[in-house]
């Protein structure tokens, strides 16, 4: 568990504080991160979540471009479990719609079997979303991409259905979809000429999920047509709340880990639950998104240390010793506190619309974590090495001193 410093800070009586740090993370590069970025990191006391909201806002408004439409505050906020099942992620681009629509009542009756074993499931569902004007721009290849991308990635099947100037269905399956269906189909989704619909069927995050994915892609496909979808002048800002506190692991679904970190305090009106169903509680975790793209998160965090106790050493399964420095100062007594930090590189990326974070940063990593102006990270001598008493071991190395059985020289100081 990572030292909490600033925490720390809170109760020692520091009202608040920022800085702009330079972080760094071990994980692959893309066009929307790098190993090295910089964030803009509050931390407040005496603060709730709306605070942290209110006081973010006001500090974008401050400091937007004047070159582009002003923003408008307060920003929208959604929960998680809207976002999943309204647009399959918990960072939406809001900018467009081809909401994800729950169809499950549809076909109730219906004759295809795979919707018929989806259904049957204890938490199983039909979900469709709507590709306006999608046969008028989408080609067959398109769609044969659209369904092997499901089938790859998610393992699901995907139904597509078209209607065409007619107004006449046509799909694999329309078939088996009988008049009724088809009636209250084109009632939920609004369905209109030429528009697709993409069907599918599974568990419900499993389904929202797929589908969030095919929203994203069949939007990429609609724009590469010639469609507008997603205006570049605009900022969709969004709040997204009411995170779960905690996951199943993957490699031990029966044990519990943090879906932000140990130290998000859970909702007030949940906390109950942490006794007897911890896998529902939820947490004052938001993340600030962006069109599409996730530009801050933080959390209000436990200032209770018999609370803190109770989820590190209970629930996480967390050595506690590791943050008795924590667990003491909060047993002094801590202001009810909390903070967020702001992605800096990757908000001026959107902003300027660039294509890459690597656009926004003086002597950025290449995709392989190098420095290309210094070519760092570079072998060094040994005796470059040698007024710091340190001594690197090289994979090489390491197997010919295995075999040699000489002690081991890994690196030291």
């Known amino acids: ?60 408004q401050y400091s937007w471009p004047g070159d582009k439409d002003p923003l ?9 479990a809207e976002a999943l099942a309204t647009y399959g992620t918990d960072k939406p681009d809001t900018r467009f719609g081809m909401k994800i629509v729950d169809v499950s009542d549809v076909f109730r009756n219906t004759e295809l079997r795979f919707l018929q074993d989806a259904l049957a499931k204890p938490q199983g569902t039909v979900k469709a979303i709507r590709v306006h004007d999608g046969a008028k721009y989408l080609r067959k290849e398109d769609i044969e991409f659209i369904r092997k991308f499901a089938v790859h990635h998610f393992s699901q099947e995907v139904l597509p259905i078209f209607l065409n100037a007619k107004k006449n269905w046509s799909s694999p399956f329309a078939k088996f979809i009988m008049e009724e269906e088809r009636l209250e189909l084109a009632r939920s989704l ?82 109950h639950l942490l006794y007897t169903e911890p896998e529902k509680v939820r947490g004052q975790h938001y993340d600030l998104v962006l069109n599409g ?56 990326c959107l902003v300027t619309g660039a294509p890459s974070i690597r656009d926004v940063i003086a002597f950025p990593k290449s995709y392989r974590g190098q420095d290309l102006m210094s070519n760092a990270p570079d072998s060094v001598s040994p005796e ?26 890994h690196l030291s100081s």
């Open 190 to 271: 609004e369905i209109q000429e030429e528009d697709i619909v993409l069907l599918t069927a599974g568990e419900h995050e499993k389904a929202c999920s797929l589908l969030g994915k095919l929203r994203l892609e069949c939007a990429d496909l609609l724009e590469m047509r010639g469609a507008v979808l997603r205006d570049p002048a605009v900022f969709s800002f969004l709040w997204v709340v009411d995170f779960p506190l905690f996951l199943a692991k993957e490699e031990s679904p029966t044990e519990l880990e943090s879906a932000h970190h140990p130290f998000t305090a859970p909702n007030s009106s949940d906390i």
């Open 72 to 80: 408008v505050t307060p920003f929208p906020s959604m929960t998680f």
């Open 384 to 409: 470059e090495l040698k007024p710091y008493h340190i001594h690197v071991l090289w994979p090489a190395d390491s197997e010919e001193e295995s075999a040699s059985a000489t002690p081991s020289k």
């Open 293 to 348: 793209n996730e530009i801050g998160g933080g959390s209000v965090r436990i200032h209770d240390a018999q609370l803190q106790r109770y989820i590190l050493e209970t629930l996480l399964k967390e050595d506690v010793k590791l943050l008795s420095h924590l667990l003491q100062a909060l047993d002094y007594g801590a202001p009810p506190h909390g903070g967020i930090a702001l992605g800096l590189d990757r908000l001026v």
């Open 1 to 60: 568990p990572r030292v909490r410093f600033k925490q720390l800070l809170m109760v020692g009586g520091l009202d608040r504080y920022f800085q702009v740090a330079r972080c760094y993370r071990d994980e692959g590069s893309r066009p929307d991160r790098q190993p090295e970025f910089t964030q803009i990191d509050i931390e407040m006391s005496f603060v709730e979540q709306t605070g942290i909201q209110r006081l973010v806002e006001g500090l974008l």
